[in-house]
């Protein structure tokens, strides 16, 4: 329940108004007039005032991203209430909205069995939501970051369940030419030093075409240490690392140092990128929009630290790499025709990841690691088995555990989209339109077993016939790999109608029509070892033919409806309601229609189905106080059926990881953000978030769910933002100082019960202190002033506990430039 001291917090937050999620272009640097300001936003498909529109939306102005340092996906994330993410470094993130949490899968399957989010992520008009996999793109020459919480599926469709975090790039214009850069240079305690260099330029090239060009190269420090260690197989960790169907009468166990990999601050990071665009005005009425954008995102390292080894500090024994490039061209064709708005916008993603991850943990877990690891004593095995005999050893031993992970992934989607919108000034008004979407999710999943080289184990090769994208036999090493194709297809119809029954009081009529086909293609491979020739002589599985498994894809259709009610109490005041549902789509289990291997569970279904949100929410926007305070909040309760809930059960069930729709929940919670220009000179913001999230029903048939009653993980009940920034002039300079402090309270780590722990609540601060004098400004800051250590996401992905945190406490020196 939200507690007296909570609900002080909370309305502390309120009273002094919102700070990282207030919706509006925000305090300029220098001294202003105390009426708050607001943005624009397209929330609604439509350019609206973010006052007038009946919907909940929180952004963060370009301003408001300048003030706060904005630069990648985590920096933007923990300045919104009610916004969590579970993840393990740049581009491996879960995004949550509302308390709509299930704890992520991991990055080394997300491609081959990974859901989709049930958070949508844009980059202006283009869907760009991957399983487990968030596009980072860093923020540079942003216009704004919004959010909309809750089921946004009738405008923007599949996965847009809990809701949709949009990036709006700023776009080119003939008003002007426009240039400047930012630079900056930190220092992490006990960690390494970090530098990033931005730029851009608007240039009016004639009276009716401009282009505009953003540059970035951001250089991220590591802080966290690979400290050395040894790794040796221990049986009373994990019994099966010494049985493999014999009992061997002497075992001897080999150790697998990582003094190779040892190395102070190792998870360094780089954003390097571009974007360029060009807009074309062909007539008074119509314009055209092409924009490219790319960006390399590298990392070494992990982000998580293992509390049992040390603070900040983890032993790895495989390389951890990661390169994730993308790159994607957008056009938007828009004009009127009459009164009619016309747009036609399409865009092309492409999305090449690749990634190295140490995974000698799964020797802890494994069911069938003595298999993979060590040799055998019985001379028996040689007739039964057809072991090689050189394998055959007087005493059991056990090999080099090292295990790793080398992946590659290639994500492509094709949107198009056209839509047709009726003027605001009329008593109603409509925006009806089409969208088609195409993704394809191409996964090579390599897991590298380095003792299988040395036990005779067969060249690992795809199975004939099998739909693969790489027909080559595996390297030396590669124990199992998954060879995937993920397809999505879906063809839409949506609209919403609005009409105006007196001045004050309109209703919302909103529809989508979806049809959808998924497909899942190619196989998984074991390679052969002791069984090699043998009467086991299924080493994998084609999913075109096996399991129940087939050629056919997987087909959805539905409506998604959206009612809202809003009344205009005064100029400044507006309430509404919405009731809205949501949907994610489902898809295939790789792990599927195997027989079970323990007769206590059943057997996993083949498919997994789409699960359905329904929202209620009531909510308001008001400028009080002569519009200096502004207070934007709403009121909501989710029920959510049929949760497709992850898990991976290395031995009793179907060996791999599935999904099962287990669950059933509902959550009630309030969210609201303000801004007070208290003086010429000050402005509070703040916000805040709390989530009574419970499971309400558990029908999971494989998967052991935590009870009922239990808290959705991930989700801190309460969580706020509070925000001062001061601006005073000093003879030439605009001066200014700012304080900003995160809390989030503790949260559970995940909805299995075995993998399920408590998260600490934490409490974060920030300070900055700046001049600026005609185009040039300088700022101080510092991140984490108090070098809080918060537990972000706990999880045992590699099968040892560790811990996300955030970055230690960083000092910075900004320098900027801006030319209008």
Not at 112 to 120: D, K, L, W
Not at 141 to 155: A, F, M, N
Not at 169 to 185: C, I, N, V, Y
Not at 731 to 740: I, K, L, R, T
Request: proline share 5%; net charge negative.
């Amino acid at each position: 329940m939200l507690t007296p001291r909570k609900l002080s917090i909370a309305i502390l937050s309120a009273l002094t108004a919102s700070g990282a999620v207030q919706a509006q272009d925000d305090a300029p640097t220098t001294p202003s007039t105390k009426e708050v300001e607001t943005i624009t936003v397209t929330a609604a498909k439509r350019t609206q005032n973010i006052q007038e529109a009946p919907v909940a939306v929180q952004a963060l102005g370009e301003r408001t991203l300048k003030a706060l340092g904005v630069g990648n996906f985590d920096d933007y994330v923990r300045y919104m209430p009610n916004v969590s993410a579970g993840g393990r470094g740049p581009g491996q993130s879960s995004v949550y909205i509302r308390g709509m949490a299930i704890q992520p899968i991991t990055v080394m399957l997300s491609g081959a069995q990974g859901t989709m989010p049930n958070v949508a992520l844009y980059l202006d008009e283009q869907p760009v939501t991957a399983p487990g996999r968030n596009l980072d793109v860093y923020v540079t020459d942003i216009e704004r970051v919004e959010v909309l919480p809750g089921p946004q599926g009738t405008l923007f469709g599949a996965s847009s369940q809990a809701g949709t975090v949009r990036l709006i790039t700023k776009k080119p214009r003939l008003d002007g030419f426009e240039a400047g850069f930012k630079a900056s240079l930190e220092s992490t305690k006990s960690g390494e030093m970090s530098n990033a260099v931005e730029s851009y330029i608007n240039l009016p090239i004639t009276n009716d075409f401009a282009v505009r060009g953003a540059f970035y190269s951001v250089q991220r420090g590591g802080y966290i240490d690979n400290v050395a260690g040894e790794f040796t197989l221990d049986p009373t960790v994990n019994p099966d690392s010494a049985v493999a169907g014999v009992v061997p009468d002497d075992t001897l166990y080999t150790s697998v140092s990582n003094v190779h990999l040892v190395e102070k601050d190792f998870n360094d990071s780089f954003y390097q990128g571009f974007r360029l665009g060009a807009r074309y005005w062909i007539a008074e009425d119509w314009e055209l929009l092409v924009q490219h954008t790319q960006q390399q995102l590298g990392a070494d390292g992990v982000f998580d630290y293992d509390p049992e080894v040390g603070d900040l500090q983890v032993q790895r024994y495989f390389p951890d790499e990661l390169e994730d490039t993308f790159g994607q061209t957008s056009w938007t064709l828009k004009g009127r025709l009459g009164a009619l708005e016309m747009v036609y916008t399409g865009a092309y993603l492409d999305r090449e990841v690749e990634q190295s991850i140490d995974y000698t943990g799964y020797n802890n877990s494994g069911g069938f690691i003595a298999y993979y690891t060590c040799t055998y004593t019985n001379p028996d095995y040689i007739v039964n088995y057809g072991i090689d005999p050189t394998l055959i050893t007087e005493n059991r031993q056990c090999l080099d555990p090292t295990k790793g992970f080398k992946g590659f992934q290639e994500h492509s989607r094709q949107t198009h989209e056209f839509r047709v919108s009726t003027p605001d000034y009329e008593k109603w008004r409509a925006v009806a339109g089409v969208f088609m979407d195409k993704v394809d999710i191409e996964t090579q999943d390599d897991f590298i077993y380095t003792a299988t080289q040395h036990l005779g184990f067969a060249p690992n090769a795809p199975i004939s016939g099998a739909n693969n994208i790489n027909p080559d036999t595996r390297p030396a090493g590669v124990a199992f790999f998954n060879d995937i194709t993920r397809t999505e297809e879906q063809v839409a119809l949506f609209g919403e109608f609005t009409y105006k029954f007196t001045d004050k009081f309109s209703a919302t009529l909103g529809l989508r029509y979806y049809d959808m086909e998924s497909d899942y293609t190619g196989s998984s491979n074991f390679a052969d070892g002791i069984f090699q020739g043998s009467k086991n002589t299924d080493r994998g599985r084609d999913y075109d033919a096996s399991g129940g498994h087939s050629e056919e894809p997987l087909k959805a259709d539905d409506w998604i409806p959206k009612v809202n009610l809003s009344y205009q109490a005064t100029k400044d005041v507006l309430f509404y309601a919405t009731y809205s549902e949501g949907f994610r789509p489902g898809g295939f289990n790789r792990g599927g229609g195997i027989p079970s291997a323990n007769p206590d569970f059943p057997t996993v279904g083949v498919t997994y189905q789409t699960d359905d949100v329904t929202n209620y929410e009531f909510g308001w926007k008001s400028l009080l106080l002569d519009r200096t305070l502004r207070f934007n909040g709403n009121l909501y309760y989710v029920e959510w059926s049929d949760m497709q809930v992850s898990r991976f059960d290395p031995q009793n069930v179907s060996i791999l990881t599935f999904i099962e729709n287990a669950a059933d929940s509902e959550i009630r919670g309030i969210e609201a953000d303000m801004v007070w220009n208290a003086t010429d000179n000050l402005t509070l913001y703040g916000a805040f978030s709390y989530n009574d999230t419970e499971l309400t029903s558990v029908s999971a048939q494989v998967i052991e769910m935590a009870p009922v009653g239990s808290e959705l993980p991930l989700t801190p009940k309460f969580q706020s933002t509070l925000r001062a920034r001061y601006a005073w002039y000093a003879g030439e300079y605009d001066a200014y100082w700012q304080v900003a402090a995160q809390y989030a309270d503790d949260a559970w780590s995940s909805i299995v019960a075995a993998d399920r722990k408590r998260q600490d609540s934490y409490l974060t601060a920030d300070a900055s202190l700046g001049v600026r004098k005609d185009q040039w400004g300088v700022e101080l800051y510092i991140q984490n002033l108090t070098d809080e250590r918060a537990d972000l996401f706990i999880n045992d992905q590699d099968d040892i506990t560790r811990i996300s945190t955030n970055r230690p406490r960083t000092i910075g020196l900004r320098l900027t430039y801006d030319y209008f």
